[in-house]
């Protein structure tokens, strides 16, 4: 069975529909699949809808974006009952902000020499609450500043860099809080992304533990090979469920597609083991 819990479509910053994230998937050999988008649960209906037309088992889910010691962390909610008003209006809350945070990227990249960034990132959203610096990166490629939203993340959208512009989100707390009330699993993703000391992320991973956090993204599209055996292991040193996913923003954007993402670790509780 192959499971993928960490998705995203065209309702925050995909680029495909959640029932054409759903077709690719299952082109990819996927039997068990989430769609979860960023801090958004507009697109589940319809996500649960082309599954079922496609033979898929699908899980609702949500990305939230957490300020934890002054960065962005994301924790993923599984099994979410998206009509919950707590999560809901949780979600609204965090989506607050973005499009003044988008307006001040747009002005530090017309500093450096880049004008009409916000209106370029627009068109790759549509929705100025859900603007997010990888509609700006798209933008960036496709004027030719950068080859790939990689690199202009690297010159451009990171701190230190023009266009880089920080965003107070949820607390853990509260991420943790709207998945819980929601029915729903809480989940690290892909905890080797974040510029974390050992000792600051086995503080996360305590405090996530301590506010009913259960699992971990073990495998997926945003670690490294070499971060499949790291994050297996420190799994199982927490007690923590492990999750898998290629975290799918587009087709030919992502480190490693639907059909090519690896099984779990032997010797892990995948966080889907009792649901079916």
């Avoid at 996927?30 to 082309?50: F, M, N, Q, S, Y």
């Avoid at 023009?162 to 998945?179: E, K, S």
């Avoid at 029915?183 to 905890?191: E, S």
């Avoid at 055996?229 to 898998?244: D, K, N, T, V």
Wanted: negative net charge; hydrophobic residues 40%.
């Amino acid at each position: 069975m192959k499971v993928d819990l960490h998705c995203h479509s065209s309702v925050s910053d995909g680029v495909l529909a959640p029932a054409a994230v759903a077709a690719y998937a299952r082109k990819g050999g996927v039997d068990v699949w989430a769609l979860t988008d960023h801090d958004e649960i507009g697109g589940i209906k319809a996500a649960r809808a082309a599954a079922g037309r496609l033979g898929m088992r699908f899980v609702a889910g949500v990305e939230i974006s957490v300020t934890w010691a002054n960065e962005t962390v994301h924790i993923v909610g599984l099994q979410v009952d998206e009509d919950n008003r707590a999560l809901t209006d949780g979600l609204a809350a965090t989506r607050n902000g973005r499009q003044d945070r988008a307006r001040e990227i747009a002005a530090q990249l017309d500093q450096a020499g880049i004008p009409g960034a916000y209106e370029g990132a627009l068109r790759f959203v549509g929705n100025p609450d859900l603007m997010s610096r990888t509609h700006f990166a798209r933008y960036l490629v496709e004027r030719g500043v950068c080859g790939s939203p990689s690199e202009v993340f690297r010159k451009y959208l990171t701190e230190g860099k023009p266009g880089y512009v920080p965003h107070r989100w949820a607390t853990l707390a509260q991420a943790v809080g709207w998945i819980r009330g929601a029915g729903g699993i809480a989940v690290i993703a892909h905890p080797g992304r974040y510029p974390f000391s050992v000792t600051a992320e086995g503080a996360l991973f305590d405090e996530f533990r301590q506010l009913g956090g259960t699992a971990i993204e073990v495998v997926t599209g945003s670690h490294t090979p070499d971060q499949y055996a790291i994050y297996a292991e420190q799994a199982r040193r927490y007690g923590f469920l492990a999750s898998r996913g290629t975290d799918f923003h587009a087709p030919g954007e992502a480190r490693v597609e639907f059909a090519e993402l690896p099984a779990l670790p032997a010797g892990l509780t995948p966080v889907w083991h009792d649901w079916f």
